[in-house]
């Protein structure tokens, strides 16, 4: 069975992750949650819980793991990183070795395996240089992106930043495992 986690951010498009985690788990995959503060803003841990039927992390200093550091246990069983839906925020602290919570921290242990980062942003977000700068930066260190589509945005501009459909990004899994 091969490991995946999944980082859930700050967007309103962090609904769909309760789909995705759905659908990966149908697929026979081990998902590991982990929810910023902002994405529990959107969506609850219990439900992406359920989904998953694992436990899901939401703080790096959290006192239930005597016997192991979970940032770094996290990314060694893992087979595949995504971060979907990925906020500008997160692509900014990533790119920039900021690790101040359990996602980033938990990317920053990655190593060797494939990590995919599914953007969703409000277009002036997404078409910002320095947001452009991090992305590049991420794809010269090995992270992939599943390019958001054109649609009408949650305040109801028409542009490209909302989060790749989930069939895309399961595609997109499927793929890099293969490669892998």
Do not use: C
Request: proline share 4%; glycine share 8%; no cysteine.
């Amino acid at each position: 069975m091969k490991n995946i986690i999944l980082g859930v951010t700050g967007s309103i498009a962090a609904y769909k992750a309760a789909y995705l985690t759905n659908a990966l788990t149908k697929r026979g995959y081990n998902v590991d949650v982990i929810i910023t503060k902002g994405g529990m803003e959107f969506i609850t841990p219990l439900t992406l819980q359920t989904l998953s039927k694992n436990r899901v992390y939401t703080d790096t200093f959290e006192l239930d793991y005597p016997r192991e550091v979970k940032h770094i246990s996290l990314s060694k069983k893992a087979d595949l990183f995504l971060i979907a839906p990925a906020t500008a925020n997160i692509i900014g602290k990533i790119a920039n070795g900021i690790g101040d919570d359990m996602l980033t921290s938990v990317a920053l242990a990655m190593t060797g395996i494939p990590m995919l980062i599914a953007p969703a942003m409000n277009t002036r977000m997404w078409e910002n240089p320095i947001v452009q700068e991090n992305i590049k930066k991420l794809k010269k260190y090995g992270y992939q992106f599943i390019e958001p589509r054109e649609a009408i945005l949650a305040d109801g501009d028409l542009g490209k930043g909302a989060l790749a459909e989930v069939e895309e990004i399961l595609k997109s899994i499927e793929s890099a495992l293969q490669v892998k």
